[in-house]
């Protein structure tokens, strides 16, 4: 069932929906080697754009980029046992170059803790060389048996940040200011509501000491985890023997983090503000915030263009990312292009608007239509992108994750039928918070009978929970629990 562009409804297959969406939004295509994906203009852009954000950030707290190499001897991934168990199954290996077979296999990167952790070893010596705060921008693998485009493929790009700090305090301090840069951005930059908290022992990063992760709610009420940030304490230290000379004159084992956001950010923005029509896209994120189009019959078009092309400047003037679609389509067929490709705010001008020294607007996210005298057209523009648009976007998110967070389930029973009563309504499950004793048994139990995991402990709940869900034991922990991407 699709409509007249040839996007499945959300409400018919949310899956189906997203891949539609996102090859009619022209944004990535399917590459011939299993599991890649090629990134469209459109799709880099996106990608651009979280970058730029995310590296003014990283650099505004003391962080420099550098660039390891992708290929990793496994030698190395087998002194961090966790690391390389973690990982194993996923690692592609590189057996045979220049026509020989290679002494030792080299894998491709999954991560780099192993690579950067043998580089430090090298370059820290003294308390002098400390902190080291290096980001690396990248691409890694994984070969996943099942991907998905953005949120899971054999290859993606992210970013991974990697420190080394003389003390446990420092390296915490660290790992949560990281978190909190991650959540500010996915919220201000992105519009996506997300909750801070940290993962249980089943989910953490293999090696870490722990992980922290920002989890998002798509519309079709799964969770995606939309960035983590590890504490890796000693671990990789000792395993890569990465000691300094401390004030004190000892030697000592340096404290580690790591932290990440990959393409999947692009994923979750198409999942949380979409809609039947296609991508609906943030003002901060968008590739093209303004599209403008002129109407009217095309015998009248030169009367349209002067006033056109000068509200055109203005707006470009004043660093808006702003495009004329001058094709010789119908108007309603552009209207319904960019739509699909999720511009925040179109500008129509025909003759009798120029009569009338307006302009019409139609913003996106609400559909609502605006005239607008033509002097006022800049700062209506600004304020609706600055501000209104960027703002509704985040509380229309919030205000689906708040409506699919169930605060009132309390048993694994009360989840499984909760679940059914959703599937028969045709609605969205979301999420459970709930409490958990902190046994790995009854953890695993939940994901077993409903598919759900535990997605964090949430630093801040919205309620307090007293009991487990599976054995009724007291709870040690408050969790939100969801089917997750």
């Known amino acids: 069932m699709h409509d007249e562009k040839g996007v499945t409804p959300q409400s018919v297959d949310f899956s189906r929906w997203y ?17 890649c994906i090629v990134f469209k203009p459109d799709g880099y852009e996106l990608w651009e754009r979280i970058q730029a954000g995310l590296d003014k950030r990283f650099k505004e707290t003391g962080h420099r980029n550098a660039y390891f190499p992708m290929l990793v001897p496994e030698s190395f991934f087998q002194k961090e046992k966790d690391h390389v168990e973690g990982f194993n199954p996923e690692l592609p290996w590189v057996t045979e170059a220049g026509g020989e077979q290679l002494e030792e296999r080299l894998a491709l990167r999954p991560t780099s803790e192993t690579i950067i952790g043998h580089m430090y070893s090298q370059w820290i010596q003294s308390y002098r060389d400390l902190p080291v705060l290096i980001n690396q921008w990248a691409n890694v693998f994984r070969w996943e048996k099942r991907t998905f485009p953005f949120l899971r493929t054999s290859e993606f790009l992210w970013q991974e940040g990697h420190t080394a700090h003389a003390t446990e305090e420092e390296a915490r301090k ?9 959540r500010d951005f996915v919220e201000s930059e992105l519009a996506i509501p997300v909750w801070s908290g940290e993962k249980t022992p089943s989910e953490r990063f293999a090696g870490a000491v722990q992980t922290y992760s920002i989890e ?15 504490y890796l304490g000693q671990n990789f230290a000792k395993a890569f023997d990465i000691q300094f000379l401390d004030r004190d004159n000892q030697r000592k084992y340096v404290h580690t983090t790591s932290w990440g956001v990959s393409t999947r950010l692009i994923g979750a923005l ?13 003002p901060r994120m968008a590739p093209v915030q303004v599209i403008m189009i002129p109407v009217g019959p095309p015998k009248k078009r030169q009367d349209v263009m002067g006033p056109f092309d000068r509200i055109f400047e ?27 490709r999720g511009v925040p705010l179109r500008i129509e001008l025909g003759p009798r608007d120029v009569e009338n020294n307006q302009c019409v607007l139609a913003r996106r996210d609400t559909g609502e239509k605006l005239a607008v005298p033509l002097d006022k057209v800049l700062e209506t523009v600004q304020s609706l992108l600055d501000t209104e648009i960027q703002k509704n976007l985040f509380r229309m998110a919030l205000d689906f994750r708040d409506r699919h967070s169930h605060l009132d389930l309390e048993t694994l029973d009360d989840l499984q039928k909760h679940i059914a009563s959703a599937a028969e309504r045709g609605e969205p499950a979301g999420w459970m918070l709930a409490g958990w004793c902190g046994s790995d048994a009854c953890e695993a139990k939940v994901k077993e009978e409903t598919k759900y995991t535990s997605r964090n402990i949430p630093f801040d ?15 040690r922990h408050t969790v939100w629990f969801a089917r997750a991407y």
């Open 216 to 230: 998002a709610m798509m519309k079709d009420g799964k969770a995606l985890q939309a960035g983590t940030s590890h």
């Open 19 to 35: 891949i539609d969406t996102i090859r009619k939004a022209d944004l990535m295509d399917y590459s011939p080697v299993r599991g």
């Open 174 to 182: 660290e790992t949560m200011q990281m978190l909190e840069i991650y």
């Open 314 to 340: 203005t707006l470009k003037q004043a660093g808006i990312r702003v495009k004329a679609d001058l094709r010789d389509e119908s108007p309603g067929w552009k209207f319904n292009e960019w739509e699909m």
């Open 461 to 475: 709940p919205p309620a307090v929970k007293k009991r487990c869900l599976v054995c009724g034991d007291d709870a």
């Open 270 to 282: 198409i999942m949380v503000h979409g809609d039947d029509q296609g991508l609906v896209l943030p």
